[in-house]
């Protein structure tokens, strides 16, 4: 399968623990978006990567959260010092290179489901 | 106020029924309008994507856009039970970050 993979699918922590995700895209995607989905919310957004480089920060990401696309592939969200607020599914999104006509589709990973207890 | 307004739901319809799903937007700036399909723990799948005002058909889904009212809609006919997931409505500006509806909850009754 050649879609967008997340690992892991559930994660469990105690609050004040930190924990990693990581997002590996469809290849040759060069951008690589994360988003949060909290129950009955629709995902909001919280960074993108082009290649390396990150182009947009949500103020949802407050300082405890760190995301990083090292070398432009897969791509790991980081969160220090878990609050039981983090609890949510964290979406990570991978689309091909911007275009200058029409809509570049977003596809999405299964998600990452944290727990923070 | 939200960007981006869905009723959340829950609807329920029987199968065969006409569903009509509907999202309001604050943003003229949107360009793109989407509308995802999510199954419980799964990760949002696109299901259709318009951009000008108008309809666009696909099987049984049709996508509607009336950018005076800022107003979008998708209309399923036929209604099965393989529908009944959450269906989420999201516009973008250009291909930056999306911005979502709520969800709204459909459960296609046999």
């Known amino acids: 399968d050649t879609g967008v993979s997340q690992d892991p699918r559930h994660k469990i922590t105690k609050r004040g623990q930190n924990v990693t995700f990581r997002c590996d895209p469809i290849?040759?995607?060069?951008?690589l978006y994360w988003y949060r989905q909290t129950l009955g919310q629709g995902p909001e957004f919280l960074t993108y990567?082009?290649?390396?480089?990150?182009?947009?920060k949500s103020r949802l990401l407050s300082d405890r959260f760190s995301a990083e696309r090292p070398k432009g592939s897969f791509s790991t969200l980081e969160i220090q010092r878990t609050e039981q607020g983090d609890s949510a599914m964290y979406l990570c999104?991978?689309?091909?290179?911007?275009?200058?006509?029409?809509?570049?589709?977003?596809?999405f990973g299964p998600g990452t489901r944290l727990t923070v207890l | 106020q939200k960007e981006v307004e869905q009723d959340p739901g829950p609807l329920s319809v029987p199968e065969g029924a006409i569903v009509s799903l509907n999202c309001t937007y604050s943003?003229?700036?949107?360009?793109?309008f989407m509308w995802y399909r999510q199954y419980s723990r799964k990760g949002p799948e696109l299901l259709m994507y318009?951009?000008?005002?108008g309809n666009k058909e696909d099987g049984r889904f049709t996508a509607q856009v009336d950018k005076s009212s800022k107003y979008i809609s998708l209309f399923i006919r036929d209604s099965q039970p393989s529908d009944s997931a959450t269906y989420l409505c999201?516009?973008?500006?250009?291909?930056?970050?999306?911005?979502f509806g709520t969800g709204t909850r459909l459960t296609i009754i046999p």
């Open positions: 999104a991978s689309s091909s290179r911007a275009s200058s006509y029409g809509y570049n589709e977003q596809f």
């Open positions: 290849s040759e995607h060069n951008r």
């Open positions: 990567f082009q290649n390396e480089a990150q182009l947009e």
């Open positions: 943003n003229s700036a949107f360009q793109y």
């Open positions: 318009t951009y000008s005002s």
């Open positions: 999201a516009m973008v500006v250009g291909n930056e970050k999306l911005t």
